[in-house]
């Protein structure tokens, strides 16, 4: 049974502790133990398994208030559900009445307080390993042997399961999970990164890890992350958190002194576009009749993020960039949603733009 969240404390208590969290190099427990308190975990899951079933339109305000808050506990969050969307699916749609590895898996979750994280860059959006990051050998019984690495995984040294892919030599691909107990899988350190160090992304490593037939969620298929099979690609969620980090910015904007750059105008500008994203991604969730695509608000979230972090910063002066200050670090996290699963459309539309060359065709804002 979905349960009331107020939302404004979530967001209050996950700003108090995102400071500290951003300033170690260390597993955020204050912020996980926040998300767990409010029950956030089990938001996604059915309640057929324990969990509750919250709509996708009531999840995006979650999401958009966790990132308001603290993009580091958004960021883990959404790619703990990332996964969950993976399985749900084959959880509701069984053939042995839910007793198959995805319900067992989302009802471990549930009663043993699981983590689950997702590795699926290298089939989508990144560079870092190349197209074959991650080879899938097909076995005789229906299994497969995993060889290669997932290049960026969240959360992954706490992760007891994750959902990853492969691809085979003719260039299908799979979609997979594998526990973090598995033979010849390894988490590495997790490098430096500009931003959301406390998220512990790490590079995973799988040294021929076989995987049953029983553990395959899709495929092989052509491009298996964009099929209904594997649960769609979830791009609307990103740029959900990018309006919560805008909306930190434009908040702060609100108490500065409006004297000082005349800021009424730019602050009222920033919010109404911050309305008119949100009301693009209702549409697009409710599947309203529109022509708007989730990579068109993309573009436009990438593009608010981005002017409502430096315009905070330019308000805050030198006392913004402070390291003890959040100005500096919503500006630094903006960066975060130019380079993470972000489409070649979208950047190539964003790199046109800050060149002084983009258009209607191109971008759209």
Not at 92 to 111: C, M, S, Y
Not at 150 to 172: K, S
Not at 313 to 336: E, K, M, N, V, Y
Request: glycine share 8%; hydrophobic share 45%.
């Amino acid at each position: 049974m979905e349960r009331l969240v107020d939302l404004h404390y979530l967001t209050h208590q996950l700003a108090e502790a995102d400071g500290a969290a951003d300033r170690i190099d260390a597993w955020p427990e204050t912020l996980w133990k926040i998300l767990a308190d409010h029950g956030a975990f089990f938001w996604l899951i059915p309640e057929i398994y324990g969990g509750e079933g919250v709509d996708r339109i009531t999840l995006m305000d979650r999401y958009m208030a966790i990132a308001q808050g603290s993009l580091t506990a958004a960021f883990m969050l959404s790619q703990h559900d990332a996964a969950l969307r993976r399985i749900i699916p084959l959880a509701l749609n069984d053939p042995n009445g839910g007793h198959g590895l995805p319900a067992w898996w989302l009802r471990r979750i549930v009663t043993e307080g699981l983590g689950i994280t997702i590795g699926i860059s290298h089939l989508t959006t990144s560079i870092r390993r190349g197209e074959r990051a991650m080879t899938a050998q097909p076995l005789s019984d229906g299994g497969f042997r995993l060889a290669g690495s997932m290049p960026w995984v969240t959360g992954a040294e706490r992760a007891a399961c994750f959902v990853t892919g492969g691809t085979l030599e003719d260039g299908r691909q799979i979609l997979c999970l594998v526990p973090a107990d598995r033979n010849g899988l390894k988490v590495e350190a997790p490098e430096p990164l500009a931003a959301l160090n406390a998220s512990r992304t790490s590079e995973v490593r799988c040294d021929d890890v076989v995987i049953g037939p029983n553990e395959v969620l899709a495929g092989p298929m052509t491009n298996v992350i964009t099929s209904r099979q594997a649960g769609g690609t979830g791009g609307l969620e990103t740029s959900a958190l990018a309006l919560g980090q805008a909306r930190a910015a434009i908040e702060a904007l609100k108490v500065e002194d409006p004297a000082r750059f005349g800021l009424e105008e730019p602050v009222e500008s920033l919010e109404k576009e911050c309305v008119n994203i949100r009301q693009m991604i209702v549409d697009l969730v409710s599947e309203a009749d529109s022509p708007i695509t989730p990579e068109h608000v993309r573009r436009r979230a990438n593009a608010l993020v981005t002017r409502a972090t430096q315009a905070c910063l330019i308000a805050r002066r030198g006392s913004g960039f402070l390291l003890s200050d959040p100005a500096q670090r919503w500006a630094r996290q903006a960066l975060f949603f130019l380079v993470w699963s972000c489409p070649r459309p979208v950047a190539t539309a964003s790199l046109r733009e800050l060149a002084g060359v983009a258009d209607s065709a191109t971008c759209p804002l």
